[in-house]
Protein backbone atom coordinates (compact mmCIF):
# COMPACT_ATOMS: atom_id res chain seq x y z
CA UNK A 1 0.00 0.00 0.00
CA UNK A 2 1.15 3.11 -1.27
CA UNK A 3 0.16 6.10 0.95
CA UNK A 4 0.08 9.86 0.19
CA UNK A 5 -1.31 12.72 2.39
CA UNK A 6 -2.09 16.68 1.10
CA UNK A 7 -4.55 19.25 2.23
CA UNK A 8 -1.92 20.77 4.99
CA UNK A 9 -1.22 24.45 5.17
CA UNK A 10 -1.02 28.14 7.14
CA UNK A 11 -4.39 28.35 8.84
CA UNK A 12 -5.19 31.13 11.65
CA UNK A 13 -6.20 29.25 15.30
CA UNK A 14 -9.99 28.60 15.46
CA UNK A 15 -10.18 27.76 11.73
CA UNK A 16 -10.68 24.10 9.83
CA UNK A 17 -8.82 22.02 7.46
CA UNK A 18 -9.26 18.53 5.49
CA UNK A 19 -6.44 16.13 5.66
CA UNK A 20 -7.11 13.36 3.02
CA UNK A 21 -4.76 10.29 2.25
CA UNK A 22 -4.60 8.75 -0.78
CA UNK A 23 -3.95 5.26 -0.82
CA UNK A 24 -3.06 2.59 -4.25
CA UNK A 25 -3.84 -0.81 -4.45
CA UNK A 26 -7.14 -2.77 -3.99
CA UNK A 27 -6.58 -3.74 -0.77
CA UNK A 28 -7.73 -0.24 1.21
CA UNK A 29 -10.67 -1.65 3.02
CA UNK A 30 -8.87 -4.28 4.67
CA UNK A 31 -6.75 -2.11 6.50
CA UNK A 32 -6.97 0.19 9.60
CA UNK A 33 -5.80 3.85 9.04
CA UNK A 34 -4.67 6.00 11.78
CA UNK A 35 -3.16 9.96 11.75
CA UNK A 36 -0.23 10.46 13.35
CA UNK A 37 1.54 14.00 13.96
CA UNK A 38 4.72 15.10 14.98
CA UNK A 39 5.71 18.60 15.94
CA UNK A 40 9.03 20.25 15.98
CA UNK A 41 11.69 18.40 18.49
CA UNK A 42 8.69 16.13 20.05
CA UNK A 43 7.55 11.88 19.61
CA UNK A 44 5.10 11.18 16.87
CA UNK A 45 1.81 10.83 18.09
CA UNK A 46 -1.35 8.95 17.37
CA UNK A 47 -4.08 11.80 16.59
CA UNK A 48 -6.72 9.82 15.53
CA UNK A 49 -7.71 6.20 14.00
CA UNK A 50 -10.54 3.87 11.98
CA UNK A 51 -11.01 0.26 11.80
CA UNK A 52 -11.31 -0.93 7.94
CA UNK A 53 -15.17 -0.59 8.16
CA UNK A 54 -15.12 2.76 9.36
CA UNK A 55 -17.08 1.69 12.06
CA UNK A 56 -15.19 2.22 14.95
CA UNK A 57 -13.08 5.33 15.76
CA UNK A 58 -10.38 6.22 18.09
CA UNK A 59 -9.14 10.09 18.93
CA UNK A 60 -6.37 11.26 21.46
CA UNK A 61 -8.07 13.10 24.48
CA UNK A 62 -6.36 16.47 22.63
CA UNK A 63 -8.29 16.33 19.35
CA UNK A 64 -11.56 14.89 20.87
CA UNK A 65 -14.46 16.99 20.23
CA UNK A 66 -12.79 19.16 17.29
CA UNK A 67 -11.10 16.43 14.76
CA UNK A 68 -13.01 13.86 12.72
CA UNK A 69 -11.58 10.93 11.07
CA UNK A 70 -14.09 9.01 8.10
CA UNK A 71 -12.90 7.32 5.23
CA UNK A 72 -14.23 6.36 1.56
CA UNK A 73 -13.29 2.71 0.88
CA UNK A 74 -14.31 3.24 -2.48
CA UNK A 75 -12.27 5.95 -3.28
CA UNK A 76 -9.55 4.62 -1.16
CA UNK A 77 -8.94 7.69 0.70
CA UNK A 78 -9.20 8.60 4.80
CA UNK A 79 -10.01 11.45 6.02
CA UNK A 80 -9.22 13.96 8.84
CA UNK A 81 -11.05 17.19 9.43
CA UNK A 82 -9.66 19.29 11.97
CA UNK A 83 -11.85 22.39 13.57
CA UNK A 84 -11.24 25.01 16.23
CA UNK A 85 -7.31 24.38 15.71
CA UNK A 86 -5.22 26.12 17.97
CA UNK A 87 -1.22 26.80 17.76
CA UNK A 88 -0.26 23.46 19.22
CA UNK A 89 -1.69 21.26 16.73
CA UNK A 90 1.39 22.95 14.36
CA UNK A 91 3.02 19.37 13.32
CA UNK A 92 3.50 17.47 10.12
CA UNK A 93 0.69 14.96 9.91
CA UNK A 94 1.23 11.65 8.58
CA UNK A 95 -1.64 8.63 7.76
CA UNK A 96 -0.68 5.59 8.44
CA UNK A 97 -2.19 1.60 7.29
CA UNK A 98 -1.88 -1.06 9.33
CA UNK A 99 -3.64 -4.69 10.23
CA UNK A 100 -4.55 -3.98 13.29
CA UNK A 101 -7.13 -0.77 15.03
CA UNK A 102 -4.67 1.11 16.97
CA UNK A 103 -3.35 4.04 18.42
CA UNK A 104 0.83 2.23 18.43
CA UNK A 105 3.06 3.25 15.95
CA UNK A 106 4.80 0.53 15.72
CA UNK A 107 1.27 -1.56 14.31
CA UNK A 108 1.08 0.28 10.92
CA UNK A 109 2.65 -0.68 8.49
CA UNK A 110 2.76 1.52 5.69
CA UNK A 111 3.46 5.50 5.90
CA UNK A 112 2.69 8.47 3.75
CA UNK A 113 5.37 11.57 3.36
CA UNK A 114 3.19 13.55 5.76
CA UNK A 115 1.96 17.08 5.10
CA UNK A 116 2.69 19.94 7.52
CA UNK A 117 0.16 22.06 9.19
CA UNK A 118 0.83 25.69 10.97
CA UNK A 119 -1.46 26.71 13.29
CA UNK A 120 -0.97 30.85 13.28
CA UNK A 121 -2.07 32.62 16.84
Known amino acids: VQLQAYGGGLVQAGGSLRLSCAAS????????MGWFRQAPGKERESVASITASGGDTYYANSVKGRFTVSRDNAKNTVYLQMNSLRPEDTAVYYC???????????????WGQGTLVTVSS
Open 96 to 110: AAGTTFSRTRAQYDY
Open 25 to 32: GRTFSSYA
